[in-house]
């Protein structure tokens, strides 16, 4: 039987990118696929670019929010109205290649979860030396207080087979990617699931303006939150 593929793309202005990154998908995945895009209102209006794709192709869904915001609660919802044996989370600037899409798709039959990782052996990430230096040290101390198994907690690029989703429910714990990202990997290493990574560039931002870290107050904040919620995890158990 062939596994049907759910990929979630939260999004927020990213009209310049999306019709582009919606194209490369369905040109790459050859399996039953469902592209679910989980759109925050953006002012730039990428939902509408979406809701045209989505008369015409019904590949394509839009979950346009109103009120609620963040990427995490996106994603969460996204996953929450799939319907795929698979489900993809990745980016919708094209820092994550669309490319590697089958290459994941391949390597997680024998997996329950796949990541592309920025920080195993043949990875790498170009972006500026302080983004650089500061993900590299944020996923270095989570390896070191939750799983050294797993070099890439905060990539945010995997695909999950429906069995894990089952599970561990996609519950973010704050608005923040990162710290979404952190606890489920954290509880999936916990409940015995079996977790790939394989290497990939990650790359800057194909057009727009990124939301992470226009600001090195931003970038601190955003790691003071990860830090936090590593070290609440860890306590945990």
């Given at each position: 039987?062939?596994?049907k593929i759910s990929v979630i793309l939260p999004s927020y202005n990213e009209r310049e990118n999306i019709r582009d990154l919606v194209m490369a998908i369905e040109n790459l995945i050859k399996n039953p696929l469902e592209i679910i895009v989980v759109d925050d209102n953006s002012p730039d209006?990428?939902?509408?670019?979406v809701e045209e794709l989505s008369e015409k192709d019904p590949?394509?869904?839009l979950i346009r929010r109103m009120k609620e915001r963040g990427v995490a609660t996106a994603i969460a919802n996204g996953t929450s109205a799939s319907t795929g044996d698979i489900v993809i989370w990745m980016d919708t600037d094209f820092s994550h290649p669309p490319k590697l899409l089958p290459k994941m798709i391949r390597a997680?039959?024998?997996?329950d979860i796949v990541i592309a990782s920025r920080f195993v052996k043949g990875g790498k990430m170009i972006y500026t030396f302080t983004r650089n230096s500061s993900s590299r040290l944020l996923n270095l101390f989570a390896s070191l207080m939750l799983d050294s198994s797993i070099k890439?907690?905060?990539g945010g690029y995997m695909a999950i087979k429906r069995n894990v989703l089952k599970k561990i429910k996609a519950t973010p714990l704050g608005s923040g990617h990162g710290e979404f990202a952190i606890a489920f990997i954290y509880m999936a290493k916990k409940s015995g699931f079996r977790i790939k990574e394989f290497p990939f560039t990650y790359m800057p931002r194909k057009k727009g303006q990124t939301k992470t870290s226009p600001s090195l107050w931003k970038l601190m904040k955003f790691g003071y939150t990860y830090l936090a919620s590593i070290l609440r995890l860890r306590l945990k158990g």
């Amino acid at each position: 039987m062939v596994s049907k593929i759910s990929v979630i793309l939260p999004s927020y202005n990213e009209r310049e990118n999306i019709r582009d990154l919606v194209m490369a998908i369905e040109n790459l995945i050859k399996n039953p696929l469902e592209i679910i895009v989980v759109d925050d209102n953006s002012p730039d209006g990428t939902w509408k670019v979406v809701e045209e794709l989505s008369e015409k192709d019904p590949c394509v869904k839009l979950i346009r929010r109103m009120k609620e915001r963040g990427v995490a609660t996106a994603i969460a919802n996204g996953t929450s109205a799939s319907t795929g044996d698979i489900v993809i989370w990745m980016d919708t600037d094209f820092s994550h290649p669309p490319k590697l899409l089958p290459k994941m798709i391949r390597a997680v039959d024998g997996y329950d979860i796949v990541i592309a990782s920025r920080f195993v052996k043949g990875g790498k990430m170009i972006y500026t030396f302080t983004r650089n230096s500061s993900s590299r040290l944020l996923n270095l101390f989570a390896s070191l207080m939750l799983d050294s198994s797993i070099k890439d907690y905060t990539g945010g690029y995997m695909a999950i087979k429906r069995n894990v989703l089952k599970k561990i429910k996609a519950t973010p714990l704050g608005s923040g990617h990162g710290e979404f990202a952190i606890a489920f990997i954290y509880m999936a290493k916990k409940s015995g699931f079996r977790i790939k990574e394989f290497p990939f560039t990650y790359m800057p931002r194909k057009k727009g303006q990124t939301k992470t870290s226009p600001s090195l107050w931003k970038l601190m904040k955003f790691g003071y939150t990860y830090l936090a919620s590593i070290l609440r995890l860890r306590l945990k158990g």
